[in-house]
């Protein structure tokens, strides 16, 4: 491409992007410079960083070596098919986001915007630089460079407390992680103290060390992505952070997680161990329908969309487990389904969830209201959000035509297969596992309807709604341009699938290309058409005509017809907008049925209350299980050691003394 | 008692008055008194340097000698004087644990710092081994007067005899350090000297004082 290695034109779109940060700083308080200038630059180079991703699919691996880095430790760049992969998708969803930010950010408290460019900015160069990175040094610096570019993001409202805290849970938690990558690296190394990718490709690991590389990786990319029980931080940064920064990290930050993963369990480890994939199978289920559960009993928008990224983490962590058993017992063909189904949830959750967190985030703008419980009847003020979020709810609940409905099922035709496993336990494990997914797919449809519902549809809930404004011009481009990404991504599955070939048969040596050449470019079945197949146009055409024939039918039967007239109002005079379902009641039946599942504290109105109220709080059981307690434990120790700390220096001298002469006499040669 | 050379026995004199004045510095109360027996010390460590270099040659070790005298017997006891002067705290310092238990705590010390460098002493060749021991009771008597002493002046003298020490167990058991790392100390040792002193002066206007008890304040609950 004009001579350059995609890689250097991807090292030159980071650097840009550095630059357009360094360059929000010539002017940090003009908004509209930064915001309709640098906003948009970035975007284009989003888009460019996308289409070269798609270049360098089924393109072999350019490495590289920057000069930069400690001396003898330079960094080391390489870019191969599942970089590519993760570069379109962090191209793509952040050229949407950066668009809607052009509209978004504007003069407020909080931090300046041209700090916020240069946040904003560094977040994307160091996440590419994460998919670039070829050497566990670069990788943890890129890292790192991620996790706080991202921790001042949360916190640019920096003034309210909870959002403090949210931000330093956040960063507890992703230095935990880290360092559960480090020592994941430090496993892979063998001791050789080499840290380049390729020694650690070249390492033959006994069993048990791989099996620790992977746990760590495990828990350290897990720790990031989201995955039980290190999944506290997502619903309290989320509602902190900005709407384009829940975006960018719940769209495309969770996903170099799963790159990580993906990196180090199929390409820098060479052993597969069947249990690994039953362990990443657990942990995302469990996450799974911990997430959906969580989310359908939200009455915060955010948090909501927070609990549901959860999910489909989850069910992400799922694909992987999936394709580890397979990949274990060599049977490359369904690995490769699985993993298909991994990657291309990536992209329609990048797409989707991107989309709903910036829907939120014009709401936000439009009424000042996060709380479900004070929106409703938005469609009617704000039609381009809600019909674009209507997209982006369709895919998040897994319904044909949109993108999430392709890798559901990928996912699910992965599970079908699962019988032929030579293991008679993971046969019994297995089916068990995809009716779980099943009903995580039922529940998170409850949540997206419970979110849609309540937000755009009925009647407004509070006066004030009446004055919300739809979205401007920036942001409605930004929204745009990911529905569409949601929609080719439903309707156009097998040439996206074609694409994601080169990465699939780059970890497993297998994809599903050839199947699918077979069989034309409007239909997708990952195996054989006998077995099961999917045709997207049909679907979206039997949709749009049953629409059409009814709408018709309608208007001809009935047109002028309607009479208008007060409904029974079943005996009581006061019914307003408030009398409507609400989001708590909404989801009553799910927190009945899955009581165990939730810490709940309710409190119901009394006969003779003056005032009567009825509220529940529902809380995290894992910070009762996991965090308090460790919270506690810290606390009590802290304590303990505070007591040596007397003030008087010839105590503290003591210690030194007392140390050195017990030193003495216990190294006695 | 014959088959010790004559310049070791000299050397082992030397080291001996090292330690028996870190035990006078340990019963002293006067704070000038003990400013005059730390540039006693300093002597003695100057005459058993170059002692150690006559007999065995060691050129650097006549430049350790030197700056020894310029630093120790002259420089450091004049700062230390005119601190003392200007802050009027030449008179009596309280000790927290009366005299006689700390002599007595310091015998324990000088015995466990033999028996400890005796197997040490054994692997060096130096004609100055015999003096390892002696040089660790040094460090030991030292530390003892900062932790018993409670006015910061004779804590910084408490610091800066155990610097002698260490600079007696360098030079024991390997002829001293490299000539770049003895600078390096020499060079601390004076900053460090310098900055005590601003130090001083801010403690007692904070204080009124320079009864370390005081700091027990500066603790956070």
Known sequence: ?669 | MSSIPFSAQLINLFAAAILLLGFAMLAQRRNLALVNLFAFQGLCLCLATLTTAISTGQTHLFYSAGLTLALKVVALPWILYRLVRQLNVGGEAEALINIPTTMLVGIVLVMIAFNVALPISELSQTITRGTLGIALAVVMLAFLMMITRQKAISQVVGFLSMENGLFLAATSATYGMPMVVELGIALDVLVGMIILGVFFFQIRDQFDSLDIRHMEKLKDN
């Open chain 1, 1 to 669: 491409m004009f001579g350059f290695l995609s890689l250097d034109l991807l090292l030159i779109a980071a650097v840009a992007w550095l630059v357009i940060g360094v360059a929000g700083l010539l002017a940090p308080g003009n908004t509209r410079f930064i915001a309709q200038l640098l906003f948009p630059v970035g975007a284009a180079i989003g888009i460019g960083v996308g289409l070269i991703g798609i270049a360098a699919l089924g393109a072999p691996a350019e490495t590289a070596v920057l000069a930069i880095g400690l001396p003898d430790l330079p960094f080391h760049l390489r870019l191969d098919n599942l970089s590519a992969v993760f570069a379109l998708l962090l191209g793509f969803a952040s050229a949407g986001i950066s668009v809607y930010s052009a509209g978004y950010f504007r003069e407020g408290k909080g931090t300046a915007p041209g700090l916020l460019c240069v946040e904003y900015h560094l977040f994307l160069a160091s996440m590419l630089m994460v998919l670039l990175a070829d050497d566990a040094y670069a990788f943890m610096v890129a890292w790192e460079c991620m996790a706080l570019s991202s921790f001042f993001l949360v916190t640019t409202d920096h003034r309210h407390d909870e959002i403090r805290r949210a931000g330093f849970l956040y960063l507890l938690i992703a230095h935990i992680g880290a360092i559960g990558i480090l020592l994941c690296f430090g496993v892979m190394t063998g001791g050789a103290g080499d840290y380049r990718f390729a020694a650690m490709r070249a390492m033959e690991l006994t069993p048990a060390w791989s099996s620790a590389a992977f746990l760590l990786a495990l828990a350290g990319f897990g720790a990031k992505a989201g995955l039980v029980p290190l999944h506290v931080w997502l619903p309290e940064a989320h509602p902190a952070a900005p709407s384009p920064v829940s975006a960018l990290m719940s769209g495309v930050m969770l996903k170099t997680a799963i790159y990580g993963l993906l990196r180090v369990s199929f390409d820098l480890v060479h052993t597969t161990i069947w249990w690994w994939g039953v362990v990443a199978l657990a942990v995302g289920l469990a996450t799974a329908l911990f997430g959906v559960l969580y989310s359908t009993v939200q009455s915060d928008m955010k948090r909501l969309l927070a609990y549901s990224s959860i999910e489909n983490i989850g069910l992400i962590a799922v694909g992987i487990g999936l394709t580890l058993v397979f990949h274990a017992y060599r049977m490359e063909a369904l690995a490769a389904l699985a993993l298909t189904a991994v990657l291309y949830h990536c992209l329609a959750h990048a797409g989707f969830k991107s989309l709903l967190f910036l829907c939120t985030g014009s709401v936000l703008h439009a009424t000042k209201e996060r709380s479900l419980g004070k929106l409703g009847g938005l469609i009617h003020r704000m039609p381009w959000v809600a019909w674009l979020a209507l997209a982006g709810i369709i895919a998040g609940a897994g319904l044909p035509p949109l993108s999430g409905f392709v890798s559901e099922w990928l996912l699910l035709q992965g599970f079908l297969f699962s019988p032929s496993l030579p293991h008679p336990w993971l046969n019994m494990i297995v089916p068990v596992a995809a009716a779980l997914v099943v009903l995580v797919a039922a529940l998170a449809g409850f949540a997206m309807v419970k979110f849609y519902g309540i937000i755009f549809l009925g009647q407004m809930r509070e006066p004030a709604l009446k004055d919300a404004h739809d979205a401007g011009p920036w942001e409605k481009a930004g929204l745009v341009w990911l529905t569409l990404v949601t929609v080719l991504l439903g309707v156009l599955p097998s040439p996206v699938i074609l694409r994601l070939d080169a990465a699939t048969r780059q970890l497993l040596g297998a994809g599903l290309a050839d199947t699918l050449r077979e069989q034309g470019w409007w239909m997708l079945a990952p195996i054989s058409a006998e077995r099961a197949s999917y045709e997207p146009l049909l679907v979206l055409a039997t949709i749009a005509v049953v629409l059409m024939v009814t709408r018709w039918l309608v208007r001809a039967l009935y047109h002028g017809r309607v009479r208008r007239g007060s409904p029974w109002d079943c005996g009581y005079h006061f019914e307003g907008p408030r009398a409507q379902d609400t989001a708590e009641g909404f989801s009553q039946p799910i927190r009945r049925i899955f009581e165990p599942m939730f810490r709940m504290e309710r409190h119901f109105p009394a006969a003779r209350d003056k005032q009567p109220y009825y509220s529940v709080k529902v809380e995290d059981h894992f910070w009762h299980w996991c965090y308090l307690p460790i919270a506690r434990l810290a606390n009590s120790i802290s304590a303990m050691i505070v007591a040596l700390q007397g003030g008087r220096i010839a105590v503290y001298l003591m210690y030194s003394f007392i140390t050195l002469l017990l030193l003495l006499l216990v190294a006695r040669p």
